[in-house]
């Protein structure tokens, strides 16, 4: 970009923020549970749980707030 110093990076535009949360009780969380608690912060694109992966949980973010 022009005018920009050298090695500078140049503004993002398309923000996406992808959240991890580990070692959820499969037995009483569900996939619904984490895309409630996790939309009061933002809107989200996907909700992904893997039970093979100490019981993570993948949240993509669209808009973070």
Do not use: Q, W
């Not at 923000?15 to 009780?25: E, P």
């Not at 984490?34 to 939309?39: D, L, Q, R, S």
């Amino acid at each position: 970009v022009m005018g920009m110093p050298m090695g500078a990076a140049p503004p993002v535009t398309d923000r996406k923020t992808c959240l991890v949360i580990r070692g959820l009780d499969l037995k009483r969380v569900t996939i619904d549970h984490v895309f409630n608690i996790c939309g009061y912060f933002g809107n989200l694109n996907a909700v992904k749980i893997m039970p093979e992966k100490d019981s993570l949980a993948l949240v993509d973010f669209v808009t973070p707030e």
